[in-house]
């Protein structure tokens, strides 16, 4: 049973940072795209970024871009998402998932994806 826990998550003001750490509790992540989706009350899960397996190939939503980074560090088995530059429209449930079957692509479909976190809140104020 793959386990994957998010932390990070908080207040912040607009225009204010958080990162975002999501820790595998096997070695699931060395091998496998990954990827941050999140939810706002009311609202479908919707996808924020991914990174495949090497590190190689990233993707990121148009309302993220240019503003977040996924990355990931295999000796720790974790991965990040460096949020800038936060919006009041970032307020959301954010998760972290794990694709096993595409490790080369960066997976941007949340249905593809097998294994997901519990969720952290990031709320931003404005």
């Known amino acids: 049973q793959v386990q994957l826990t998010e932390s990070g998550g908080g207040l912040v003001q607009a225009g204010g940072s958080l990162r975002l750490s999501c820790t595998a509790s096997?070695?699931?992540?060395?091998?496998?795209?990954i990827g941050w989706f999140r939810q706002a009350p009311g609202k479908e899960r919707e996808f924020v970024a991914t990174?495949?397996?090497?590190?190689?190939?990233?993707a990121y939503s148009d309302s993220v871009k240019d503003r977040f980074t996924i990355s990931r560090e295999p000796r720790t088995n974790t991965m990040y998402l460096q949020m800038n530059n936060l919006k009041s429209e970032d307020t959301a449930v954010y998760y972290c998932?794990?694709?096993?079957?595409?490790?080369?692509?960066?997976?941007?479909?949340?249905?593809?994806?097998?294994?997901w976190g519990q969720g952290t809140q990031v709320t931003v104020s404005s």
């Open positions: 998932a794990v694709d096993i079957h595409q490790p080369w692509m960066a997976d941007i479909v949340a249905e593809n994806y097998d294994y």
């Open positions: 096997l070695r699931t992540m060395r091998t496998y795209t």
């Open positions: 990174i495949n397996w090497n590190g190689g190939k990233t």
